[in-house]
């Protein structure tokens, strides 16, 4: 599996707190099935000061320590960019990394209150080539009350990551909910760990993508940790990977019809 979403290295966020804590995290990582990690931190002006050129760096020294120590996981570069209004500038000028270097970016909007002219706000983001992953909106609080907000975005092609230990319920029946009815729905295109330790935010998939599959299908669970992941890794455009299964165009159309991944959504 691939995994986009990780507080994985050491001291720099509220993730792992030192070399030993994120190596066995990768342990735990390459046990469950997972072979590629981006490593995440976030980013929050005032907060988390951290930027493209620090994680780079601190990227390279955790690959050399898997390495040494014989772990078998590939490491690549990302955030968790909160959305602030100087995240624009801080994608164009590089400060903020995208996720391998791709289109693709990991977005945090507020936890606890909608932000501001959410919408518009990443809709302006995307104008200028961007496109937004956005991170766990089953956990935000201000779901409940704003849930056609976020079927709105995925509509206009935000894609959305659920947590994988929120599948499961670790988060509270709440944040369950909302991930059953997105994936019910057809909303989510990629699940990710968010992993911050070795204990209940761990970087663990396998079980939640079964879970997964027992609403949208085995293909299209797989589909949330294999081949959207490495569509982003490649940067390939979001209208050439398959869309997430609510997001279908209704009647098929040629061009769209002649694509692979529709093909082999008509063979399920
Ligand atoms: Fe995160």
């Known amino acids: 599996m691939i995994d986009l979403h990780s507080h994985i290295l050491p001291g720099i966020d509220d993730g792992a707190k030192t070399l030993e804590m994120s190596l066995e995290m990768a342990r735990i990582a390459v046990r469950d099935g997972t072979t590629v990690m981006a490593c995440t931190p976030h980013i929050y002006p005032g907060l988390y000061m951290n930027d493209s050129a620090g994680i780079h760096a601190e990227r390279d020294k955790l690959q050399r320590a898997l390495d040494t120590y014989g772990i078998p996981l590939k490491l690549v570069v990302g955030a968790d960019a909160h959305l602030v209004p100087e995240l624009l500038d801080g994608l164009k000028s590089g400060r903020v990394p995208t996720l391998n270097g791709s289109r693709y970016f990991l977005l945090e909007p507020s936890h606890h209150v909608p932000p501001p002219n959410f919408e518009s706000s990443v809709f302006n983001i995307m104008a200028e080539g961007y496109q937004p992953v ?125 694509k692979p991944w529709y093909k082999r959504l008509l063979s399920i």
């Open 134 to 258: 956005l991170t766990h909106p089953e956990r935000l609080v201000w779901i409940e009350h704003n849930y056609q907000t976020f079927v709105t975005l995925a509509k206009r092609g935000v894609w959305m990551q659920l947590t994988a230990a929120a599948i499961l319920g670790k988060f509270g029946k709440r944040a369950r909910y909302w991930s059953e009815r997105m994936l019910d729905e057809g909303l989510v295109h990629l699940i990710a760990s968010d992993a911050h330790t070795v204990n209940m935010r761990n970087p663990q998939m396998a079980e939640a993508v079964d879970r997964a599959a027992a609403s949208v299908g085995k293909e299209e669970a797989l589909r949330m940790v294999y081949e959207r992941p490495q569509a982003i890794l490649d940067d390939v455009a979001p209208e050439l990977v398959a869309p997430a299964l609510g997001l279908l165009p209704e009647q098929p159309v040629r061009a769209s019809a002649a």
